[in-house]
Structures are given as C-alpha cells and as structure tokens.
C-alpha cells in the first residue's frame, strides 16, 4: 500500500483528525509530489485545492527569501509593512465594486470567524443588535472553530460540540440535479432560494443577520452549482430582509474556477467574502476577509473592531500573497483554469458514459467533482457499505493520483470525488490524469461489482 509510510517508520508524537498514518513527503514541483521513498504521484487535488500555482514556483521562493532578508514579522500594533498594505491594494482590485477593505488573517476558518464578528459588530454598530442567527445551507463546511462550526452544515463535525455553540438555521443546499420533478434547471434554482425566505421568515427577519455560502460549492458538496437563477434570487431576498450575504471562498476564489471569485461567474454582490487557500498558494498559511467601507466604518467608529489575530497581515505570507497573484496575472492562470478545466470536463464527462455509475459531473474551471450513484433514473447513492468515495482515493493514489472525496450531498449520503489539480496544469498533463483515473475507475467496477 504506497500511501502508507515507509516501513520502520518510528511512533510519532503528532496528531491529526485520526490514526491514520502517511508517508512522508519528500519534495514536490509543479504538479507532483514525490514521497521519501522517490515515489512521485500527480498532486490532482492541489493538496486541499491550496496549491493553486503549482509547487516549488522559483519565482514565488525568490520574493519569499527577499521578504525573509528585510522582515519576517513587524506586530501590526507596532508597524504597518508593505507587502500587506500592496497585498491589500491588489486585492480590493480584484473584488466587485465597493468591497475595498481587506481584513488579512491565516487560514480559511479565520477568515469566516472574522466575517461572522465583523457582521454582527456592523449590527450592533447600527442599532440593529436584535440581528444575531446567520443562516447557512446543509450539507456545508465553514471551518473548524467554533463560530465557524456553527454555520457549517456537516453533523460529524458540528455534533460533538453542540453545548459549546449554538447551531445555526440551515438550508438546503442547491441539489437540483438530484430532483425529479417537472420543473425546469432555472425554476429549481428558485425553488431552492426561494428556501431562503421561508427560513427568515420562520426564524423572525428582526433576528437574521446574515446568510452565507460557498458560490461553487467545495468538499461537502462536490463542486455543487446551483442553477444560475439562484444567486439574483438569494441576493434580492437578503436585500428584502436587510441580511448580510456572505461569500466563502475559501475554496472557490483565487481564480480555482477560471474567475478570481467563484461569485464572478454570476456577478454576485456579496457583503463580505472569506477567502484563503489559493492566496498563498500553500507557500504561507493566509487568509483574508474583504468587506466594504459601508461595514467596516461604522464599527471603528464605535470603537473598533473585537477581533484580531497575531500573525495578521504577516510580512513573508503577504510577500508570498503578492507573487502568488503575480503568477496568476503574468501568466493567464484564469485563463487556463478556464481552458483546461473544460478540456478535463470534458474528459469526465466521456468517463460518466464508460462508467454508468458516475451519474453526475460539475463545477467550474478546475474546482471539478463527479459523483456516484446506484441508479441514473432514480439517482440513488451506491450503499454506503461499498466505502466507495473512500476506494476510489486509494486505488488513484496506488496509481499516481491525488484526488479528493467525501460521502455526503444534499440531505442524503452520496460519494463524489474532486479532481482540482493546480491551475498551471498543461493538456498533456491532463491526459495523464485521466488516464489513471480512467483505470482507477475500472478497478473501482471490477472490485465493487459496479
Ligand atoms: N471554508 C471552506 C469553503 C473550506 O473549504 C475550508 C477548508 O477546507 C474552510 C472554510 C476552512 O479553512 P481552513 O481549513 O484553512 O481553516
């Protein structure tokens, strides 16, 4: 089994979510990855759709080391520095009209905390300190602190901590390809915002600050879409009622789907948006919160903002921010997100026909999943018993593969897989990928009986 660790290995003294143990990596570039034993496999996932530009980018390293000779850390509370205040700038560039205030942090559950805080501080700011319950979609994932846990539609996750934070409303999230009625891709859309109203309208609009969601879903759903009627419809509807609405793009920014916000593809208006992952790239844990002066004023005017992070706005992880964003402008990176991310649909696509188990194919870009099911008709999961989302990782991995997968969708359990390599990922490259997803999933028939 490659990905394990190598025999002999000693008992660590670290820990993560579980026991399982995995091989050491060795050093990576560009698309691969290659572990301590000089077994090198295709990063598909880009780590957790982090790395987005790739591995060991010389150009990113070189800013990084110049930053390293001048400042590594200047406290915020003691010096401005520069690639935070030029970070900040290029960002506010890249955001829709108005969202000019950059809130850095580092990592993406920092960035949804500091989007939920700052909310309800412009509620109380401006009289309106009745507006406390953000509602958020089920299945979703938010982030792993508490706040965040507690908008985040995922009961594994969220269970175990309910006495220590209060869960937030949930809807459903847009599962329209899962529905069987007559109605129409874009009435679905509808139906599904439409959710929105009736939860505010349940809850007491005088107490709903804020609704948030990923624009392109990320691991909870799979890539999950909605029809495109559904974002005006949820944007009207957080007007009507006075709500914040909330983009997490933890996942979806960073140009992941071919637009440097997933909420581009639709000319969303957010209030706020989280981001992370792909702004460092993976070369330095970083995060942000954009949100507009119309917010941010009124809560430094009463005081200030309760909130703040030690390492916020760091020297080398914006300097990284900085190239990171170079490589993407200099180098068409959304151009070829957008490229070879239609070429790689297109490929799972043809593999959705060879394989009738794979009942549905989505996303944008290079933020790309397909899911199982038992039966295209009825569109019914593959019994959870065949730990299918969890085969299909390590029969790609044995093959040279990363790839991404969970068992959860709409309501119901469902296995998908992502395949999200980085976005400077070449079309010969793309054939490789496919071809070893191609036989894993073959291996995946042949084993299950599918
Ligand atoms: N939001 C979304 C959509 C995510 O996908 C993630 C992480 O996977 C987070 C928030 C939390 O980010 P982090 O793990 O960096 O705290």
Redesign the pocket.
């Known amino acids: 089994m490659p990905n394990q660790p190598a025999a002999g290995r000693p008992a660590s003294h670290l820990f993560y979510q579980s026991r399982l143990r995995r091989p050491l990596a060795s050093h990576a570039e560009g698309i691969y990855i290659w572990d301590e034993t000089g077994r090198k496999v295709i990063d598909g996932s880009s780590g957790?759709?982090v790395v987005n530009i790739g591995h060991g980018n010389p150009r990113v390293l070189e800013a990084m080391k110049r930053q390293m000779d001048k400042v590594t850390f200047a406290y915020r509370l003691h010096f401005e520095n520069e690639p935070a205040e030029e970070l900040a700038r290029r960002l506010a560039g890249l955001m829709p009209e108005g969202m000019d205030k950059v809130f850095f942090v580092?990592?993406?559950?920092?960035?949804?905390e500091s989007c939920l805080k700052l909310a309800r501080q412009w509620a109380v700011a401006v009289g309106q300190a009745s507006r406390y319950k953000v509602i958020s979609r089920f299945p979703?994932?938010?982030?792993?602190?508490l706040g965040?846990l507690a908008v985040t539609g995922y009961d594994a996750l969220t269970a175990p901590f309910l006495p220590m934070m209060q869960a937030m409303p949930k809807i459903k999230a847009p599962t329209a390809y899962l529905d069987r009625d007559n109605l129409s891709m874009e009435e679905r859309g509808l139906k599904y915002a439409d959710m929105l109203e009736e939860k505010v309208l349940a809850e007491g609009p005088e107490s709903v600050l804020a609704f948030i969601m990923?624009p392109i879903?990320?691991?909870?759903t799979g890539a999950l879409t909605a029809p495109d009627s559904y974002y005006p419809r949820i944007r009207e509807i957080c007007d009507r009622y006075g709500i914040l609405l909330i983009h997490?793009?933890?996942?979806?920014g960073a140009g992941r789907t071919g637009k440097y916000l997933g909420g581009d593809h639709w000319n969303c208006n957010p209030d706020l948006i989280?981001l992370?992952?792909g702004l460092g790239a993976g070369y330095c844990?970083l995060?942000a919160m954009i949100a507009p002066s119309r917010l941010v004023q009124p809560v430094l005017d009463a005081g200030g903002f309760a909130h703040g992070y030690t390492y916020a706005g760091n020297p080398l992880a914006c300097a990284a921010g900085l190239a990171v964003l170079d490589e993407i402008e200099n180098h068409d990176l959304l151009g070829n997100a957008t490229r070879v991310g239609n070429l790689l649909r297109q490929e799972l696509e043809g593999l959705a026909e060879r394989f009738p188990f794979i009942g549905d194919v989505r996303g944008k870009g290079l933020l790309l999943a397909a899911e199982f099911i038992a039966d295209r008709e009825t569109m019914a999961p593959l019994p959870k018993e065949m730990n299918a989302y969890q085969r299909v990782v390590d029969i790609a991995y044995e093959r040279g593969l990363i790839i991404y997968s969970r068992r959860t969708r709409g309501g119901t359990e469902g296995d998908h897989f992502l395949v999200c390599p980085p976005m400077i990922i070449t079309p010969e490259e793309i054939a490789e990928t496919v071809g070893i997803l191609e036989s894993t999933l073959a291996e995946l028939a042949a084993e299950l009986g599918l």
């Open positions: 957790a759709m580092s990592g993406g559950s920092e960035a949804v979703s994932y938010h982030g792993s602190t965040a990923e879903g990320g691991a909870s997490d793009e933890v996942m979806s989280a992370s992952k844990p995060g």
